[in-house]
């Protein structure tokens, strides 16, 4: 009768010492195919280009970190102190509280504008199929090629005639026309593809046009939406044209132009820029944090459809 404690002992570890296990084979090298070739090029191109994508941020945040002294004596060496004074010369100099709300301000009141005209103005000439409609689309078309700096003096006399400069409503309303034309190419465009089966739907039970478009439209348009407000909200944020030529009160002006109000026509202090520069681009990246799902699947969605 065989014990229940007993075990077999394998053939092949017969003969082996206790507590040593066998060699590992050696690995046969793969050869190096056309295929593996193009997967390890690929990769290698994708690690240098994310190091020079994110290489300039880095030294932007550890240069700003560093005193003038250490920067002057060798600009690209490693540092060798740190300090947050910079920071704090930065913050006061150029009125990051006021001048961040005068960048809020502008920035929301300007999506909100483009958002609601351009999509008032992009499902009639989404639907309407008649020659005017066609024509006024690629009139707004034409508009998204027509560079800034070509309609900066016409906007300065109107808005001179109309009393709006030196005023937040004068820079939102020029935001706004600037990016109308865009706003409605992004709406036209993606309301097109949404199938009429939804309102043929709503005219049965009843709704008119404008009900149409706020209840079954403007919900679809979410997706898009996120995708336009990305794009124009840094576009707004970031610029520097508009505000130096139609804000001349040094109190209204926004953050960017603050922060890049240092740099002289002689000389650049880093140690004083770059703070600036990422104290200006701050609140972005804040909102962007918070938002990033929706701003991903908005942008996801919008280029699924």
Not at 1 to 5: F, G, H, K
Not at 9 to 17: A, I, K, L, S
């Given at each position: 009768?065989?014990?229940?404690?007993s075990t077999t002992?394998?053939?092949?570890?017969?003969?082996?010492?206790?507590?040593?296990?066998?060699?590992p084979r050696p690995r046969t090298a793969e050869p190096w195919t056309p295929r593996r070739l193009a997967a390890g090029l690929g990769t290698t191109v994708l690690c240098l280009g994310t190091v020079l994508f994110v290489l300039p941020f880095v030294f932007t945040i550890v240069t700003s970190l560093r005193t003038a002294a250490d920067v002057a004596r060798s600009p690209l060496g490693i540092p060798h102190s740190f300090t947050l004074k910079n920071f704090t010369q930065a913050f006061s100099q150029i009125h990051y509280g006021t001048s961040t709300l005068n960048t809020l301000l502008i920035t929301g009141l300007s999506c909100v504008l483009i958002t609601v005209l351009g999509a008032l103005a992009g499902y009639p000439l989404a639907r309407i199929t008649a020659g005017w409609s066609t024509a006024v689309y690629r009139l707004f078309i034409l508009g998204t090629s027509i560079p800034v700096f070509v309609v900066v003096a016409p906007l300065?006399?109107?808005?001179?005639?109309?009393?709006?400069?030196?005023?937040?409503?004068?820079?939102?309303f020029i935001y706004t026309a600037l990016n109308l034309p865009l706003a409605v190419f992004f709406y036209t465009s993606f309301i097109r593809q949404v199938p009429t089966d939804l309102e043929e739907a709503a005219a049965l039970d009843g709704c008119g046009a404008l009900r149409t478009f706020f209840v079954i439209i403007l919900p679809l348009l979410r997706p898009v939406t996120s995708t336009l407000l990305t794009f124009i909200s840094l576009q707004i944020w970031n610029d520097l044209l508009v505000p130096l030529v139609f804000l001349q009160d040094p109190g209204k002006r926004t953050v960017m132009v603050n922060a890049y109000s240092f740099i002289d026509p002689h000389t650049v202090q880093p140690t004083t820029l770059f703070p600036a520069a990422l104290l200006g681009v701050l609140p972005l990246f804040v909102i962007f944090i918070f938002f990033q799902r929706q701003m991903v699947a908005g942008m996801s969605a919008g280029a699924v459809k």
């Open positions: 009768m065989t014990s229940p404690l002992v394998p053939p092949t570890e017969v003969g082996r010492p206790a507590g040593k296990r066998d060699a300065y006399l109107l808005m001179r005639d109309l009393n709006l400069l030196d005023t937040y409503a004068g820079v939102v």
